[in-house]
């Protein structure tokens, strides 16, 4: 992979072959200067390149540690002055003169804040994630920040858990196609370019399927589900070049991602030939002891670093019991030697070593007008429509607009969990942004009824229906505060917090439309609420530039594009509910007799035994892949090239789409497809594919899919990837629940 990044320079000059040679002797000049760096240090110095801390606050205290090479890495230091008078430190007063590794959590942007990685997913645009992965490196390393721990490709189907704010959704394929074009972003064409920062894909692995989306909790995730559903993004990271991996907090099976062996060795180094490093996540070392999985800190050590984690985030069980470990032969010195090189082969491709200072005047690089444009462009895509009943967009015959809910004018809020940097002083809110850009065309009447989501106090209700009575059409903004979702910011209960509902019903009751706009870091149970509606958009906190996007798309300047990368549920008790499901024996026929209808003393076996729940039923509030347009697009002639395939044939599938309706949109195009039978139980339909196509009004397009059959490969009943013969059905569709099924067979 990292011949490819060098590729677009070398071509001018050089033939792909003395590219690759390039690239060769390059890492051979590398690897022996770690050689001769390594031949010298002392083995506490080693360890102390194991050694990440987060920030003393005193530069003092922290260079004593440094001169003594006590410290590999730095966390959660943000100014470049101090970050090069740390770095100063270990270059030129630690005997080795090894640089630092300054890193920061830069999740889904530094100061310029874009939607959260759940709405950057709802994109289905791996150029938006990738743009927003650039911008985000751009800004953090302006400060010396060389080192993100994101993206964050844990698979999470259960919105209680706070974390799915931070992922891409419950989409095996979707997260690994945005989260590598987000390793792409942050890396750039080249780690050693300043302004390049290392990707860090997180949490390795499975820490999403917490029992319960209750985080930290434990998860039961089999060999075989852990390879067909959860490995393949942490995979497709590593084909990317990500340079660093975090192991999770969670327990698979009985055993702490941190001491691991099978993922980290087996899977990680052995199968995906990965030559970067592994750092535990915060002080996950350490907790396997509360785990039941270490005995004493000492133990925690031995476990972590003989299965393979090389720098030790913030617990320091490494600096105190390594030494004694390897003397008394429990850790050998050359798991310890492979450690060190690893990192230091990350320093080195980084550039550290020739540059390790940052330039401390590129400050100007925040929000700089092409951030906040990208940022705009992106929480535009991302929003998903999900519900019109033609109110949208608002007419020229709407004369004023009553603006109202806790999310109106939270500019906080409004940039969602893990933003550390982010200034609220820069974020356009809706009402801002609805006054700025629109406020010229419409009347604007703000009232916001509640003071934050949480907000119980209904005394301003009845002043926010009033301001509804006066307009023509309600715009009412409500969802979650940012601290809702995010690490350890798990809910049981995922109806609108606080007495929004009740706002929400107060404001209908006016007969005036409303077009909710829910900011949330997750899914919620909103079903009363769309039904009260006219018009629902679902934005996940959408960051620094939402409210012009949101402006913009409510006014008809943008068209919306974006599609859900997770299911609603109606209920919790639906949770988890995925659309790549395998089937059960009895599957729902969506004919069943619900709650309501079933006689009083019906006898037992009366509903028909499948698999549905009495009252919620089968279906989920909205599928996964989502979202409608202001315009229509209607499929037609859907023809597979060949019907029977061989297996390393590619399937080659071509459509027609056409712009039915008044606008022009960009239609965001899927590709199902579900292998029939195997040698194991198989999901109903698995995404194989997309595209994002812009049409005019009327406009039709021919357009095509090109699958290699190898990509139908799974891991079967012998636990080998493999694609198995036999029947396969496949859908073009604008979601995951509609579309006509068309059969071929791939043969031996
Ligand atoms: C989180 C990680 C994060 C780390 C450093 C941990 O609590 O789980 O995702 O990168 O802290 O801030």
Same mark, same amino acid.
Not at 174 to 191: E, I, P, R, Y
Not at 198 to 207: D, L, N, Q, S
Not at 221 to 227: A, G, K
Not at 467 to 473: G, K, P, W, Y
């Given at each position: ?8 320079g070398?071509?001018l000059?050089l ?6 040679t ?12 770690i050689e001769?760096?390594l ?14 801390i987060?920030?003393l ?5 922290m260079s ?5 090479g006590?410290?590999?890495?730095i966390l ?11 770095q ?9 003169g ?17 939607p959260?990685p759940l709405?950057q997913?709802?994109t ?15 800004e ?7 080192w993100t721990?994101?993206?964050m490709?844990d ?16 989409d095996t394929y ?18 050693n370019d300043?302004?390049?920062i ?10 999403g399927?917490?029992e319960?989306?209750?985080?930290y909790?434990s998860t ?16 497709a990271a590593a084909?990317?070049?990500?340079a ?12 702490p991602?941190s001491?691991n062996e099978?993922?980290l060795k087996q ?8 030559d970067g ?5 915060w ?9 039941g999985?270490?005995a004493d ?11 393979g984690v ?6 320091y069980?490494?600096?105190t019991?390594?030494k ?9 010195e ?6 060190v090189r690893n ?11 020739e540059n390790?200072?940052v330039?401390e005047k590129?400050q ?15 929480a535009a895509?991302?929003?998903?429509l ?10 020229e015959?709407?004369?004023?607009v009553?603006?109202?809910g806790?999310m109106?004018?939270a500019p ?11 200034d609220k ?8 942004a609805?006054?700025a850009?629109?406020g010229?065309?419409v009347?604007v009447?703000?009232?916001?009824g509640?003071?934050?989501s949480?907000d119980?106090?209904?005394t ?6 009033a ?7 309600v ?19 995922l ?9 929400l ?14 900011m ?26 939402g409210?012009p996007?949101?402006?913009?798309l409510?006014?008809?300047k ?17 949770i988890?509910?995925y ?7 009895r599957?729902a ?35 996964f892949?989502y979202g409608?347009?202001?315009t ?5 002639n859907?023809?597979?090239?060949s019907?029977?395939l061989?297996?390393?044939d ?5 459509f ?6 008044k606008?022009?949109?960009?239609e /965001?195009?899927?590709l199902?497809?579900?292998? $029939?039978?195997g +040698?194991?139980?198989?999901p *109903?339909k @698995? #995404?194989?594919?997309f595209m994002? /196509?812009?049409?005019?009004?009327g406009e039709? $397009?021919?357009? +095509?899919?090109?699958?290699p *059959?190898? @990509? #139908?490969?799974?891991w079967?009943?012998d636990?080998k990837h ?17 579309g006509?099924?068309i ?6």
């Open positions: 992979m990292r011949i490819g990044k060098i590729l677009p070398c071509l000059l033939s792909l072959s003395s590219c690759s390039m690239q060769e002797n390059k890492d051979k000049v590398i690897e022996n200067k001769t760096l031949s010298k240090m002392t083995l506490e110095e080693k360890i102390g390149q194991m050694n990440q987060s920030s606050g005193n530069i003092e205290e004593v540690a440094i001169k003594k006590e410290i590999g890495s959660n230091e943000i100014d470049p002055v101090r970050v090069n008078a740390l100063r430190v270990a270059v030129e007063e630690s005997r080795m090894i640089p630092l590794l300054i890193a920061r959590d830069v999740i889904h942007g530094f100061k310029t804040i874009f959260i709405g997913a709802a289905f645009n791996p150029a938006v994630a990738e743009e927003g992965a650039r911008v985000a490196a751009i953090a390393s302006a400060v010396g920040i060389r721990f994101a993206p490709i698979i999470a189907r259960d919105p209680r858990w706070g974390r799915i704010a931070e992922g891409c959704g419950e979707l997260t690994a196609v945005m989260g590598a074009a987000m390793v792409k972003g942050f890396q750039g064409d080249s780690l300043p302004t390049a290392a990707a860090c894909p997180k949490h390795f692995v499975g820490y399927a917490a319960g989306g209750r985080d909790n039961f995730i089999p060999e075989r589900r852990l390879r067909n559903v959860y490995l393949p993004p942490f995979e084909k990317a070049g990500a660093t991996y975090m192991t999770s907090f969670n327990d698979n099976d009985g055993v991602s001491g099978f993922i899977v990680l180094r052995k199968e995906w030939g990965f490093f592994v750092v535990s996540d002080a996950s070392i350490k907790e396997m002891i509360p785990h999985f270490a800190e000492k133990d925690a050590a031995m476990k972590a670093v003989n299965a090389d720098m030790e985030m913030v617990s069980t490494y600096m019991h390594l004694d470990l390897i003397k008394e032969g429990k850790v050998k050359d798991v310890v030697n492979e450690a990192i230091l082969r990350i320093k080195f491709r980084l550039g550290l070593f390790p200072y330039d590129r100007s690089v925040m929000y700089a007008p092409e951030h906040l444009a990208a940022a705009k462009r992106a895509e991302s929003a998903i999900l519900k019109n009943n033609g109110i949208l967009p608002l007419k015959t709407v004369k004023t009553a603006v109202v806790p109106a004018d906080y809020e409004q940039m969602g969990t893990w933003v550390f940097d982010g002083a820069y974020t356009q809110t809706p009402l801002k609805i006054q850009q629109y010229d065309k009347n009447i703000y009232e916001a509640l003071d934050f949480r119980k106090n209904t301003g209700i009845a002043r926010a229906a301001a509804a009575a006066r307009a023509d059409v715009l009412a903004f409500v969802g979650e505060e940012s601290i809702l979702s995010g690490e350890a910011h798990c809910l049981a209960d109806n609108l917090q606080g007495a929004q509902s009740d706002l019903a107060a404001l209908a009751k006016t007969g005036k439309p409303v077009v909710t706009v829910v949330a870091g997750r899914p919620l149970t909103i079903e009363k609420e769309v039904n009260q509606s006219a018009a629902v958009f679902y934005y996940f906190h959408p960051g620094t530039m409210g996007a949101i402006a913009d409510l006014f008809g943008e068209v919306p594009s974006g599609k859900t990368p997770v299911t609603f549920p109606k209920m919790v008790g639906q988890p509910v659309y790549s499901h395998n089937n059960s024996g599957p026929t969506r004919n069943e007799i619900l709650l309501n209808d079933i006689p009083v003393e019906a006898g037992q076996t009366s509903l028909g035994c499948t698999s549905f729940y009495m009252d919620a039923g089968f279906d989920p509030l909205f599928p892949g409608l347009s202001y229509t697009f209607s499929y037609s859907i023809k597979l090239a019907g029977t061989k297996k390393d590619v399937l080659k599938v071509t027609d789409l056409e712009n039915t309706g606008y022009k949109g960009t /965001v195009v899927q199902y497809v579900q292998d $029939k039978v +040698s194991v139980t198989r *109903v @698995e #995404l194989k594919g994002r /196509v812009t049409l005019q009004p039709k $397009k021919s357009l +095509s899919f090109e699958l *059959v190898s @990509e #139908l490969a799974f079967n009943i636990m493999v694609v198995e013969p036999g029947d396969f059905a496949l859908w073009v569709a604008g979601d995951s629940q509609s006509q099924e059969a071929f067979k791939v043969g031996e």
